[in-house]
């Protein structure tokens, strides 16, 4: 199972972009990268998936190298309402298997006035 | 359309009672997930259930806890004789079919207390 590593927190200022950086030197060619976002008592909310090269969104980019044993997360110009634990997850759900769901110890993002 | 929802949203329990924890998955979404999250720590999977069949259970302890998904009704995750340890939120999650590049919708959890 891949296994993740990322920063254990980060501050920036409100306006800032923010990156950031997961870890998962043993991913499986299967896999997906997968960030959630969660807010203090609540469910965590998905924000982005990637493959490979760049994937944007609406509200992020992820940034996967050639060889996909990291990934980097880029929040542009982050407010307050930023301030969040960020999850980085490597897998798949296939139909017989919810391999590899489960959430490491995530990134607390301060955003500061 | 709404979200997924989970019932009661703080459940207080004395050890060796029973804890009987609901999930209803967003419309339209036939596939659940069970998580269990400790203070200060990411969220574990437990389980992952279809209607009426269990896909994954290799996160779930064997003794205790025990999950289903009837074809009518919510999925219910229920832990008998609980003990201190099993105080966590409990977050469950849904999806149309097998999760779109695991991609879940979570509901808001069941803060689970046991005394």
């Known amino acids: 199972l891949a296994k993740t590593t990322q920063p254990i927190s980060m501050d920036s200022y409100e306006g800032q972009e923010v990156n950031i950086t997961c870890s998962h030197n043993?991913?499986?060619?299967?896999?997906?990268i997968t960030w959630y976002q969660q807010f203090p008592s609540q469910g965590p909310r998905f924000i982005i998936q990637g493959y490979k090269t760049k994937v944007t969104n609406e509200v992020a980019s992820l940034f996967i190298p050639a060889d996909r044993k990291s990934s980097t997360l880029s929040l542009p110009r982050v407010s307050l309402s930023d301030t969040a634990v960020y999850y980085c997850l490597v897998g798949a759900i296939s139909s017989g298997s919810a391999r590899q769901l489960t959430f490491g110890s995530g990134t607390q993002l301060t955003v500061l006035p | 359309n709404a979200g997924v929802m989970q019932n009661p949203r703080h459940l207080v329990r004395r050890r060796g009672q029973e804890a009987r924890l609901r999930c209803s998955p967003m419309k339209g979404h036939s596939h659940v997930y069970w998580y269990r999250q400790l203070p200060e720590e990411g969220l574990k999977f437990m389980v992952y259930l279809q209607k009426e069949n269990i896909i994954d259970e290799s996160g779930m302890p064997k003794e205790r806890f025990s999950a289903e998904f009837p074809k009518e009704g919510p999925s219910i995750l229920r832990i008998q004789q609980v003990v201190r340890g099993d105080s966590a939120a409990y977050f469950c999650a849904s999806s149309p079919e097998v999760a779109r590049y695991n991609e879940q919708f979570f509901g808001p959890g069941t803060r689970l207390t046991v005394l």
């Open positions: 043993n991913i499986a060619t299967n896999d997906y």
